[in-house]
T-cell receptor, first 112, second 113 residues
Framework: DGGITQSPKYLFRKEGQNVTLSCEQNLNHDAMYWYRQDPGQGLRLIYY???????QKGDIAEGYSVSREKKESFPLTVTSAQKNPTAFYLC???????????FGPGTRLLVL | QKEVEQNSGPLSVPEGAIASLNCTYSDRGSQSFFWYRQYSGKSPELIMF????GDKEDGRFTAQLNKASQYVSLLIRDSQPSDSATYLC?????????????FGKGITLSVRP
């Protein structure tokens, strides 16, 4: 099956801990994105990458880091500097314009 | 003023009625406009996108864009209970590889059987 996978579905973070959210796609899409969604809110862009080994900050990059070493993978690390990390994290990929952007199933991050 | 604003909800309509969802945006340089549907606990899925002023129809869905008024709407005809979801309006700015989406908060639609 072609698609975007995100793991885990639920993730718990302790105070002061870094956690990494996985995003993998086998759609051969060039661009990948990370969004954050808080309850009752729209999506906000954290980071995006148009090509391997290159990525740009979105609107709320502080406290997050990413890497893009492979076309298929775009992991997001939520660092201890992110003081309010509880949210629904969505990864997306696209092969052309933004109308081709597809979302993964999401990871829900909770703080213990 | 927020970049993308949607009516505060929720919106409730009877089955078979027309649901009208509205969205305004502040950046006159915005180029493309998108409507996503998001079921509770799930990821968004694209329903419609529109670039040009006027209407664009796809089945029971019609997107309407008025750039002069900075207004985009989504009409759902013959609403079904399965249409009950949160609808997110999104606007793109920038060009090419730098184009990005800005989302509204969404409006929750409930279709009563």
């Amino acid at each position: 099956d072609g698609g975007i996978t995100q793991s885990p579905k639920y993730l718990f973070r302790k105070e002061g801990q870094n956690v990494t959210l996985s995003c993998e796609q086998n759609l051969n899409h060039d661009a990948m994105y990370w969004y954050r969604q808080d309850p009752g809110q729209g999506l906000r862009l954290i980071y995006y990458s148009q090509i391997v080994n290159d990525f740009q900050k979105g609107d709320i990059a502080e406290g997050y880091s990413v890497s893009r070493e492979k076309k298929e993978s775009f992991p997001l690390t939520v660092t201890s500097a992110q003081k309010n990390p509880t949210a629904f994290y969505l990864c997306a990929s696209s092969y052309g314009g933004l109308e081709t952007q597809y979302f993964g199933p999401g990871t829900r991050l909770l703080v213990l | 003023q927020k970049e993308v604003e949607q009516n505060s909800g929720p919106l409730s309509v009877p089955e078979g009625a027309i649901a009208s969802l509205n969205c305004t945006y502040s950046d006159r340089g915005s180029q493309s406009f998108f409507w996503y549907r998001q079921y509770s606990g799930k990821s968004p899925e694209l329903i419609m996108f529109i670039y040009s002023n006027g209407d664009k129809e796809d089945g029971r869905f019609t997107a309407q864009l008025n750039k002069a008024s900075q207004y985009v709407s989504l009409l759902i005809r013959d609403s079904q209970p399965s249409d009950s979801a949160t609808y997110l309006c999104a606007v793109s700015k920038g060009t090419g590889a730098n184009s990005k989406l800005t989302f509204g908060k969404g409006i929750t639609l409930s279709v009563r059987p």
